[in-house]
Each structure stands twice: as C-alpha cells, then as structure tokens.
C-alpha cells in the first residue's frame, strides 16, 4: 500500500475510522471522507499524533455534485486515486409498517446510492490505468433476512450486487471489486440496537424469537476485524480475487 491513493467513505468512526487507520499504518495516502466534518477532523489530528498522516475530505456521498467534486479534489492534491473502500452506512430499524418514506430514502441514499456515486466517479481512471481495487462494506444482513432491518438489509444487498455487477464489467482492465459483509461490530451503529447493558452478550447468544442463532465464536467483532479484511481485499495479497464477498461475521449467519 505504500504511497498509493486510497479513499474511505464513512471514515469519521466505526469502521470506516479502522480502515482508515489499517491504510496509513501501511503506508497509504488516506483520502478521509465523511459528512461529519468535525468528527473527520478531530480523527485527523489524533491519528497524526500518532505519526499517521491522512487527508480530510468533508463531502456527502449521496450527493452527485458533491461526489464529483470530492473526487476531483483527492486527484488534484493527492494523486490519482488506487483503491477505494464504501464504508459509509446508515441504520434506521423499524418494523417494515413503521418505516418511514424519509427512512427507506435516506437508508438507499448512503447505503446504496452512496456506493454507486463513489465507485462511479473513481473507476474511469482506474479502468483507464489498468489497475485498480474497490471494496464495498455491506453486511450478513444483505443475505439473512432480520427483523426490523428491512431498509439496511435491502440497501446493502444492493450494495452487494451492484458491487459485483461492476467488478464483471471492468475485470478485464485489472480492476477488482469485493465485498466484506460484516455481522455485529462493536460501533455506535450496532449500540444503537443494544436494549441494555447486556447488550453485546445478547447479540452473542443471539434470539430466537428473532430468528437469530448467535455468534459461534462467542464475541463480537472489532472494527480492526473489519478494516483488516477490506484491507486485505483492496491489496496486491489479493491480485486474483473478484467478484467476491467476504463474510465476517464470526459464523452467525453459519457460513450460508
């Protein structure tokens, strides 16, 4: 990874902020970006405390404009871009009748959206180049069904294909496109879904009223767990691999 362009949508926390992390320890060029400007900059100067040096680029990934923009920002003052990583997500639960029409838009419009705008605006070059590595972060819950997750999970599903369906169409000039599908990571996000105190055990032992078997390895995930599989995915250690998707979930979706 040493000295090549990697953007990170989603880099303010959780992790999109791991992944950030993982790049620069290895010696990339980070293009943070995030619609949380002062969370992207307090990330900034705490990783440059620690001898890491990455660049912030405050823009919203569900914005047409603002992602062209963004884009040709990251080429002009770092280089054109090698490696991108679709972190950015939203979760708003809520049983399928109490959806809202704002929620599911919203929910498609980072999730999903935000995935093609981004991959869209930073693949002609990489086609161009002939090379190149995208990773989109999805999750179990794109090919597990789960209760009042239906926005999330019908948004990273088609995260997941769209993904896939763009890797087919520029495979032939060296360009690969992946997919990590993580399963509880210890975020804001998932606390957001913790009843109380016990909420990690829970999740562990998982709920069979709500058609949850658990977590096999009996822990919940790191956001380091994520960020090394991304990083994995968009490096050189995996030059023939494409097209595929990467389960990290700690066996709760029980290898399916």
Known sequence: MQGRVAVVTGAAGGIGAAVVRVLAEQGAVVAAVDLMADRLEVM?????????????????VSDPDEVRAVVREVEERLGPVDHLANAAGVLRPAGIGDITAADW????????????????????GMVARSSG????????????????????AASKAAALTFTKCL??????????????????????????LWAGADGAQDAIDGNLAAYKVGIPLQKIARPEDIADAVVFLLSDAAGHVTLENLTVDGGATLGV
């Open 105 to 124: 838009g919203d929910t498609f419009a980072v999730n999903a959206t935000g995935v093609f705008l981004m991959s869209q605006a930073v693949v002609e």
């Open 133 to 152: 590595s995208i990773v989109t972060i999805a999750s179990n819950a794109a090919g597990t069904a789960r209760t009042n997750m239906a926005a999330y």
């Open 44 to 60: 900034v100067k705490e990783l440059g405390a620690d001898g890491l040096t990455v660049h912030a680029f405050p823009a919203d």
């Open 167 to 192: 890797g087919l169409e520029v495979g032939r000039h060296g360009v690969r496109c992946n997919v990590v599908s993580p399963g509880s990571t210890d975020t804001a996000m998932l606390r957001t």
